[in-house]
Every structure is written in structure tokens, then in C-alpha cells.
């Protein structure tokens, strides 16, 4: 059975600093997500992480990931209140047509 | 954009009653879901549909439930007899393959009281 897990699950963070959130996965995969869900909101796709060593940048944020190691990484530079949400990753098991596999969430506020 | 698209999007319902979240998938897209997420909880997985059947179900997805596509374009996740533990989003998603990104409709809040 494929698990996801994420860490930090509450992440309170100062404007301007950085830090990174984790996402471990138990199984062989191909893709991994991240999204961003804002409150009672739905799922806004952020980054689609197909190979190993795939890393993307999407203004503040930057995602990797590492096969081998099954984990994936969602780095935060200098963050602002904007980014404050929930971000969830998420992974497919290793053929086609298999649902998503979601993380529990990192809910992120970022503060002044 | 093309985007999926899920009537309504608040629905309150009596529980015992049935339910029926509407859903009108990418057009061109062929592979249809529906997951679910309770209140401050983690998205699951319901069900996936290809070619006007069932392909994967979850645990959660019991005789309560059913999905159909009525006609070309609508996507309906029915809940026979709703229960007060009902109460999540519902997130319908399609993808244009089996292998392509699922896009995900905006949610259908269901309350059941």
C-alpha cells in the first residue's frame, strides 16, 4: 500500500526566512504533485515532478525529487503572507490509471 | 482555459437523503475521479471511471455510492442514503490518459445534518 507522508504538518514561518517541507512516499512511483489549497478551497497544482533529480521553480517556491530516496522536497525562499495555505503532495503508484495518494497537508502561515 | 467544472457548490442536505454532485469533466479528457476531503483532513481517493465503468474503487466507496455519466459530458457521484460522517468536499478530476495530470473542479461542499 502506498503512504505518503509529509512534514511539518503546522509550519509557522517569519516573512523573509526560509525553510523546506518534506514528502516521503513508501513505493515505487512515477509522478509526484504539489498543490496548494487555500481554506474551503480546491486543489491548485503547482508542480508536476516526473523523474529523478527533477527540481522546478515556480517564483518562491522550488520542488525536487529524489527517487531513489522517494522524497521530495517543496523549499520556501523569503516568504511572504501570500503564500500562507495548505500544501499537499501527492503521488501515483507506478502504473497508469492508479488514483492519487495524498499527504495529510502542511499548513503554512507565514507572519509578519 | 479548459477546466473542470462541479455543480453545486454548497449543497445541505437531511441525512437519510440522497444526494446527487454534478460534474462536467475537460472536455477531451477520458478519465474521470472523484475524491473526497473532510474538513482539515488530507484528500482520499473515491473512485476512478474509464470508458463508462468503474476502474479502481477505495474502501470508502461502498454500496452508499454510485457514479454514472449520464450522457457525454456530465459525471454524477450519487450518495444513496447520506450520513452526518458525509459531510466533506467533494473533488471531481479527469485527465486527458492514464498517465496524464488530473485536473481538479472547484469542490462541492456537502453538509449533512
Known amino acids: 500500500e502506498l503512504k505518503v507522508e509529509q512534514n511539518p504538518l503546522f509550519l509557522s514561518m517569519q516573512e523573509g526566512k526560509n525553510y523546506t517541507i518534506y514528502c516521503n512516499y513508501s513505493t515505487t512511483s512515477d509522478r509526484l504533485y504539489w498543490y496548494r489549497q487555500d481554506p474551503g478551497k480546491s486543489l491548485e497544482s503547482l508542480f508536476v515532478l516526473l523523474s529523478n533529480g527533477a527540481v522546478k521553480q515556480e517564483g518562491r517556491l522550488m520542488a525536487s525529487l529524489d527517487t531513489k530516496a522517494r522524497l521530495s522536497t517543496l523549499h520556501i525562499t523569503a516568504a ?3 503564500l500562507s495555505a ?3 503532495c501527492a503521488v501515483d503508484r507506478h502504473s497508469g490509471n ?5 499527504g495529510k497537508g502542511t499548513r503554512l502561515s507565514v507572519i509578519a | 482555459e479548459p477546466e ?4 453545486p457548490s454548497h449543497q445541505v442536505t437531511q441525512m437519510g437523503q440522497e444526494v446527487i454532485l454534478r ?8 478519465y ?6 473532510i474538513l482539515g483532513q488530507k484528500v482520499e481517493f473515491l473512485v476512478s471511471f474509464y470508458n463508462n465503468e468503474i476502474s479502481e474503487k477505495s474502501e470508502i466507496f461502498d454500496d452508499q455510492f454510485s457514479v454514472e455519466r449520464p450522457d457525454g459530458s456530465n459525471f454524477t457521484l450519487k450518495i444513496r442514503s447520506t450520513k452526518l460522517e458525509d459531510s466533506a468536499m ?3 478530476a479527469s485527465s486527458e490518459t492514464g498517465l496524464s ?3 481538479f473542479g472547484q469542490g462541492t461542499r456537502l453538509t449533512v445534518v
Open chain 2, 32 to 37: 474521470f475521479y472523484w475524491y473526497r476531503q
Open chain 2, 4 to 7: 473542470v467544472t462541479q455543480t
Open chain 2, 23 to 30: 460534474c462536467v469533466p475537460i472536455s477531451n479528457h477520458l
Open chain 1, 98 to 102: 492508479t488514483p492519487l495518494v495524498f
Open chain 1, 86 to 88: 495548505t500544501y499537499f
Open chain 2, 90 to 92: 467533494y473533488f471531481c
Open chain 2, 101 to 103: 495530470e488530473a485536473f
Open chain 1, 80 to 82: 511572504v503572507h501570500d
